[in-house]
Nanobody, 125 residues
Framework: QVQLVESGGGLVQAGGSLRLSCRAS????????MGWFRQAPGKEREGVLL????????YYRDSLKGRFTISRDNAKNMLYLHINSLTPEDTAMYYC??????????????????WGKGTPVTISS
């Protein structure tokens, strides 16, 4: 049974940094494209970053470049999201996902086979 479990969310002051973690079980992260997504209150879920199977190529939404980075530790089956210079607009539930197929609509979740339940991030001003 595949499980993705996110952790590391919480209440953070604006300007701070955060590292979110995603622990995978039941799959080998190196065999999947792994991504981070977020859903802000009242908004649609959107892709944040995706790291292709085998790495090291990273896919960003342009508006998030510079503040968001993604990394993974295949030996530990872990995926990480690092966020700097947090703003209240980063407040959202953050999800990790894994997929075997890289699709052009990955920011909308296309190609993602497995999802975690999310970890909440709240940024105070």
């Amino acid at each position: 049974q595949v499980q993705l479990v996110e952790s590391g969310g919480g209440l953070v002051q604006a300007g701070g940094s955060l590292r979110l973690s995603c622990r995978a079980s039941g799959l080998t992260t190196n065999d999947y494209h792994m991504g981070w997504f977020r859903q802000a209150p009242g908004k649609e879920r959107e892709g944040v970053l995706l790291i292709k199977r085998g790495g090291p190529i990273l896919y960003y939404r342009d508006s998030l470049k510079g503040r968001f980075t993604i990394s993974r530790d295949n030996a530990k089956n872990m995926l990480y999201l690092h966020i700097n210079s947090l703003t209240p607009e980063d407040t959202a539930m953050y999800y990790c996902a894994a997929g075997r197929t890289l699709r052009s609509d990955w920011p909308q979740g296309g190609g993602m086979d497995y999802w975690g339940k999310g970890t909440p991030v709240t940024i105070s001003s």
